[in-house]
């Protein structure tokens, strides 16, 4: 059997047949297409999920911290000290609607440190939880000058400035809850405010809410 021979070009017809084999046909193509439109979607997803779960582990780690600061800032109050709230205006019998409560949580005070607490921020750290591979902030300047353990923890301005800011965002959004658990004693603060009722901890998509 002889193949026909083009002298033009120096090609026999088997080598015409084996290029014409690899070009890209429409089914070849079309499977190419949707390849690639799979692996874009599942890179999207993956870099969505992975930035959804930081600005999470950042919500989560600033409403935590400002909890502690809180706490703290109220621990440094004079339980003596009061301030008188209600109304000074004369009532027809005389009297006058005022009352002393505890200056320490008392609304004024609590509005007081929201405008500033989160500027202790700038003591905090970032630290990655080895099993879960989770982001938790830590304090890598002690309230009272106990020495801390800073081994695997990254401490720096981008840190600082990015839970300052979600710390300003969750007091400003939050105001009325924080006054509202800070204004008398209660436990589990952290866990009740910043899962159940805010739902800024991760975990707490597995816990009831109730009414607190």
């Known amino acids: 059997m002889y193949l026909k021979y083009d002298s033009k070009t120096g090609r026999n017809k088997s080598q015409y047949y084996r290029l014409l084999w690899h070009l890209p046909t429409p089914t070849k193509m079309n499977g190419w297409v949707s390849s690639m439109v799979c692996l874009s ?125 979600a710390c300003e965002s969750i007091a400003e959004e939050y105001e009325d809850e924080l006054i509202e658990f800070f204004s008398h004693e209660a436990e589990n603060v952290k866990d009740r405010l910043c899962s159940k009722r805010t739902d800024l901890c991760d975990h707490a998509l597995h816990l009831p809410h109730e009414e607190l």
């Not at 997803?45 to 909890?67: E, M």
């Not at 301030?83 to 019998?93: A, C, K, L, T, Y």
């Not at 200056?103 to 929201?114: D, F, G, M, Q, V």
């Open 41 to 165: 979607v599942i890179l999207w997803l993956l870099l969505n999920g992975a930035f959804a779960r930081k600005s999470q582990d950042l919500r989560c780690g600033a409403c935590r911290a400002l909890v502690d600061e809180l706490q703290w800032e109220i621990s440094r109050v004079d339980p003596k000290k009061t301030i008188q709230i209600g109304s000074f205006r004369i009532n027809p019998d005389g009297s006058q609607s005022i009352v002393e409560v505890p200056y320490a949580r008392s609304e004024a005070h609590l509005t007081e440190l929201l405008e500033r607490i989160c500027e202790n921020m700038k003591e905090y750290g970032e630290k990655v939880d080895s099993s879960s591979h989770r982001k938790n902030y830590v304090r890598v300047i002690s309230h009272d000058g106990t020495k801390m353990d800073l081994s695997e923890t990254k401490f720096d301005s981008d840190v600082s400035s990015s839970l300052k800011f």
